[in-house]
């Protein structure tokens, strides 16, 4: 079966960092894009973060630029989200989409 597994959120005080982990199992992710969704209570949920199967190109929110880092490690067959100057707003549950496959989710929540 076709998965994504999101780990590495937890609460983190504003100005802090975490960094998120989408493993997959059953397919390879060399051969595909993959991207970072967040779903924050009440909203509707939005793109953060992507990166091209062919040759690691990124894209970002403009809410996230600069702030935010996605990177792949196809060894481990793992898409890392390295977020750093987390502010409230940040707060929400984060999803890896990738192959027609959502993740589960992982929680970060931004508060002092």
């Known amino acids: 079966q076709l998965q994504l597994v999101e780990s590495g959120g937890g609460l983190v005080q504003p100005g802090g960092s975490l960094r998120l982990s989408c493993a997959a199992s059953e397919f390879t992710l060399d051969y595909y894009a993959i991207g970072w969704f967040r779903q924050a209570p009440g909203k509707e949920r939005e793109g953060v973060s992507c990166?091209?199967?062919?040759?690691?190109?990124?894209n970002y929110a403009d809410s996230v630029k600069g702030r935010f880092t996605i990177a792949r490690d196809n060894a481990k067959n793992t898409v890392f989200l390295q977020m750093s100057t987390l502010k409230p707003e940040d707060t929400a549950v984060y999803y890896c989409y990738s192959g027609g496959v959502w993740g589960q989710g992982t929680l970060v929540t931004v508060s002092s």
């Open positions: 990166i091209s199967s062919s040759d690691s190109r990124t």
